[in-house]
């Protein structure tokens, strides 16, 4: 059996397990490893002194569109970058030579959202000059992240909260889930600074938690203090600095110097 012909047959295997449900992740990732040793055998991509044909082209793309997929899967977003690196490019520089992916719009999607939620904004529009106008306002993939992005610059948080339900697939819940970790945390922040203390129920409300229990938790991870009245305080009396004024602050300065002259003298 050729390289080409074996790594099809893997392939054929590990669509199969991963179309499946339940996936069978172990056994998926058990394939992809297999995939990628014959892959480094067969040149899969080609350069000055081989040439690679269509069909063994095509065949890398779609393993790698199952890879990307896996590694969103696994939540191990180092090899989701790495292979997000790889397939790139085909979707940009062998198009023309073995046509467009069915899947490259939602994975290009995937990756603007991943982008977005880690705040790595200048790549964000980097990625976004690749496209068209057209794709970037029109397309079922790109045009609901391009709105995601608008309302952070737009401080429209409750916007974001409610895009989640309507994500373009299924697989993009889970750079979703970081994004709205991200804008919480954001509020968290302005919560903190704007009030001196602000209720339990009110919080929850501004943040999007459903539940007294799930504002408990976040408000452990941002250490609030809770008062037996129900009210977060955001201001601690007892510790707060005293403010000096100005007058007293001069006379301060005034027996230091004083001081420092009789040492002189």
Known sequence: MSGCACIETIYKELKTDFNKKPQNLKK???SLDKIKIALTKLAFLPTKDVKSSKSEMVLARDVLEIAVEYSVA????????RYMSQLKCYYYDYKKVI???????????????????VNRVSEFHTELELLSAD???TNEYIGPILALEQYI??????KIFQAKSSAPS???NYFMDILLSTVRDEIGACIEKAYDKISMLEAAKRLNLKT????????KKRNWLLDADGFYNFVDKST?????LPSVELAEQAIFYARELEMIV
């Open 74 to 81: 696994t939540r191990d977003i180092p090899a989701f970058e």
């Open 212 to 219: 007294s229990e799930e504002m408990e938790t976040y408000g």
């Open 28 to 30: 998926c990732g058990q």
């Open 135 to 137: 794709i970037i306002h």
């Open 240 to 244: 707060k600095a005293k403010e000096i």
């Open 99 to 117: 046509g467009e992916s069915k899947n490259m719009f939602k994975l290009l999607g995937l990756n603007l959202l991943f982008l977005l939620s």
């Open 153 to 158: 610059m737009e401080g429209r948080y409750n």
């Open 170 to 172: 299924e697989i993009y």
